[in-house]
């Protein structure tokens, strides 16, 4: 039996993706600890577009709980307006006519889906904003099922716009259950656990600095300070340059802390995307490993 495609149209040659072979090849090249960062970032970014001032974020916090059944992040930032998630959040990348938010983290459009199927096959959101509310329920392996519909719908009963919501009531909530094997092992492991807070502090000390709290597990993390010598003898060296919209800054200098803790801290909008570096993709050394000494 041909498809409904031939059938209409016997010229036409069917080419639709394959809805479990598009899942499986979307979460390959992504860790399940990237997974959990991708959700972070785009918790932050709500964050900053809801702050009045983006150099004080006392008042804002992520809660993230990993357990052996099931992943939760909640955050009290813009929430997800109603027709964003309608038109947009959900596709599977952006259009070239979407705009992003300004100095946002995310930036392709397929992170919280992605990191939603890495996670688990049961997904849970909810989301309150200025002036819609909704919910939004997605069985993975039920809509794999379902060859033809790519689209999500919102939860019966669940959807209100032209509201107006108060502030401190914004926010999305994430809820996922039935694990995937990798989710299951390592939200059992105290070690992962532990490198995920570590690294989460790291990647986001600036905006942990700013007053934001992340905690994860009920555990608050600490920001990690990178302070320079600056008296009489030694002071850093500083350069910046402004152009078309971006901003560089670069600030060197000799710090107090452990040698191994020296190198390069490369940011981005204010998330660390390059740690300790040492290397030569810094200029620390020559191509060869010569060069600057370590």
């Excluded at 709980?65 to 947009?88: C, P, W, Y």
């Excluded at 952006?94 to 992605?114: N, P, T, Y």
């Excluded at 990178?226 to 060197?252: C, H, M, R, Y």
Aim: net charge negative; charged share 25%; with cysteine.
């Amino acid at each position: 039996m041909g498809t409904l495609a031939s059938i209409i149209d016997p010229n036409i040659v069917a080419a639709d993706p394959a809805k479990g072979f598009f899942v499986s090849m979307l979460i390959k090249d992504i860790t399940l600890r990237d997974a959990i960062g991708d959700l972070v970032d785009n918790s932050v970014d709500a964050i900053k577009e809801r702050a009045l001032d983006s150099s004080n974020l006392s008042g804002y916090k992520i809660t993230i709980f990993l357990k052996e059944n099931n992943f939760s992040i909640q955050d009290n930032g813009f929430g997800m307006e109603a027709h964003v998630a309608r038109e947009t959040a959900f596709n599977f990348g952006k259009a070239s006519s979407h705009k992003l938010i300004d100095k946002s983290i995310g930036q392709f459009g397929i992170g919280m889906k992605r990191a939603f199927f890495k996670i688990g096959s049961n997904i849970k959101l909810k989301s309150n904003s200025e002036t819609s509310k909704f919910e939004i329920d997605i069985a993975v392996k039920e809509w794999i099922k379902e060859p033809k519909k790519w689209q999500f719908e919102f939860k019966e009963g669940t959807l209100r716009e032209g509201i107006i919501n108060k502030p401190e009531n914004c926010g999305v909530e994430i809820e996922i259950s039935d694990l995937s094997n990798d989710s299951k092992i390592s939200f059992s492991d105290d070690t992962f656990i532990d490198k995920l807070k570590k690294e989460i502090s790291l990647e986001h000390m600036l905006n942990v600095s700013k007053g934001l709290e992340i905690e994860i597990n009920g555990y608050t993390l600490e920001g990690n300070h990178i302070t320079l010598v600056n008296d009489e003898t030694i002071s850093p060296t500083f350069w910046e340059n402004k152009s078309n919209g971006q901003n560089v800054k670069i600030l060197a200098g000799i710090s107090q802390y452990d040698s191994e803790e020296g190198g390069w801290y490369v940011f981005c909008n204010e998330r660390l995307v390059l740690a300790k570096n040492k290397t030569e993709e810094t200029v620390w050394t020559g191509s060869k490993g010569d060069g600057v000494p370590l």
